[in-house]
């Protein structure tokens, strides 16, 4: 006999073969669940790296005990105590099939429960707090963290930023693919925090970064698609090219990345492929609007001034980029509502021009169909033209949040509050960190009744935009529908100091004990905000049951063309007199629908 066949055979014997099988078979079981329960258990990305490298460590000190340890019913047997004739290798052989099917079996059930139920969606992603039912991340979904400047200068920063604002508008194309919008990843600027905390954060399975380089005429990109479950790299490419190819650089990560998500491109009746891009081609144009539409983000008086006046240069550069005009359409929309005074009428007349300019360049255009809705709403207070032009900016780009966020405004302005919900949670699912979408949603819930969802979508509001104005007096609003008074004026006084803090009060305290106090208070809001909130006292009167005032003050807020006048029919404190017939009066005066899906007040 030789050797080998006789050192086979004593393996056999000593069933060191069984043993190995054994401990591939547990590894691997152990594999699947480690797998599985990493993200639950928020476990470290190392984690199941560091598994395998234990388990191949402790594999040959497994084959070793084998070899010099017989394992018997009770104990393992030494070689030197087992007599040649009296081995339990057929006994133990036995023991060790049972325990490799028994292992085999784990991990085949945990192989295929990680298959069919993990990754199609039945592992609970974290709430986001809106409301809404949890769900599970989709694997075809991804966000564009903002490209690192590698050159450090300020210009090449809004340059880097345009490719990732680009990146994103052209992934939004696809039909199956989740893309978080900007204002939600770009939150993520130099963050440390890791892949998988990001991607749950965000609600997707996917993150691209890269970095960007210009020099002179040179543009270097890198571009990098990580898992964000375990921080793995997808696909990574480095690109050198002209600066004059951006464009098409933009096109072929574009590409790639799609292919890796093996994303389909959109074929939906009446959607366009959107763009940002200047017809041109001319880069300095796109870096300029870029850089305006960064500027603007600051939303401030002076923002708005001067995001004007960069977009203008964009504007003058390439006369004919849509993108640009729309945008200097809002900017000047924003500063009248937001600031008003003097100046506004020149504003509103700047803002529709440049709303016109927009849709006669391109009527599939649909930021252009945004910046003219958000002017009607908001200057004309033209609800259903409004919501004519919102619509067809959505339909234009089903999966734009602002569209869709935009539709919502639109439709709660008509009284379809329900639908206002789902279109803003449908925002929200792309744009999850938007503070003030979840406050939009809160008012929606209200006027829906449906209070716990609504605190819970608030409270959202609050924890990603601490201090902010309005907050607070939605929560005071839904204890004054619960009747609670304590907890009214409680949140009430949480509200920071200004307009909305004396609104608040005014409201809470009409539902109080303290008569002297909720007079005081009213007359307070009168004296000091009788021209900038007449909607507001309005709703005052209408909690003190006083009808006649009620319906003055709201005579007066439309006279202002106070935005207020937008939330009507989604009011539980004025719908406390929608069968009064100078309800419906009203309505047809300011060009609303008598009906509503919202709840007045019990």
Known sequence: ????????????????LRAAVLYAGAVWAL?????QLSPVLNAPEWAPRAFLVAAAIGFPFWIAFAWFYEFAPKDPKGEGEIAAGD????????????????????????????????????????????????????????????????????????FSDGLSEDLIDALSQFDDVKVISRSSAFQFRDSTEGAASIGKKLGVAHLLEGAVQRLGDELRITATLVDAADGSIVWSQRYEKPSRDLFALQDAITRAVA???????????????????????NVDAY????????????NSEAS?????????????????YVAAHAQVSIGWTSLAIQFGGPEAPHAIEEARKAARAALALDDKSSIAHQAQAYLLQQVDMD????????????????????????????????????????LTRQALARSPRQSDWYGYLGVYLTALGELDEAREAIRSAIDLHPGAATYYEGIAVIEIVRGNAEAALAAAREEPEGPWRDVAMALALQIGNDRTAADDVLQKLIDGHKDDAPYQIAQVYALRRDPVNMF???????KNRDPGVSSLLSDPFILLYKDDPRFAAYCRKVGLPTTTDAKAMP
Do not use: C
């Open 287 to 298: 870096i300029a609007y870029q850089r305006g539409i960064a500027v603007m983000e600051h």
């Open 1 to 16: 006999m030789s050797a080998r066949t006789s050192i086979l055979s004593e393996l056999k014997r000593r069933n060191v």
């Open 552 to 558: 003055e003050w709201l005579d007066h807020a439309w």
């Open 383 to 422: 609800w259903t033209g409004a919501e004519a032009e919102a619509r067809r900016a959505l339909e234009l780009s089903p999966n734009y949040p602002t569209a869709q966020f935009g539709l919502g405004q639109a439709s709660a302005s008509l009284g379809r509050n329900r639908e206002a919900a789902e």
């Open 87 to 158: 081995s339990r290798a057929r006994r133990t052989g036995r023991r060790l099939d049972f325990g490799i099917i028994a292992m085999l079996s784990v991990a085949v059930i945990l192989l295929l429960g990680n298959q069919f139920l993990w990754r199609k969606g039945i592992t609970q992603a974290p709430a986001t707090g809106s409301g809404q039912a949890k769900t599970g991340i989709p694997q075809k979904s991804i966000a564009v963290l903002p490209f690192a400047n590698v050159g450090g200068k300020a210009d090449e920063q809004f």
């Open 31 to 35: 594999a699947q669940g480690v797998a």
């Open 259 to 281: 292919d890796a998500l093996k994303a389909k491109l959109p074929n939906k009746p009446g959607e366009v492929l959107q763009t940002d891009r200047p017809p041109s081609g």
């Open 304 to 320: 708005f001034r001067d995001a004007i006046q960069i977009l203008g240069e964009a504007v003058r550069l390439d006369p004919e």
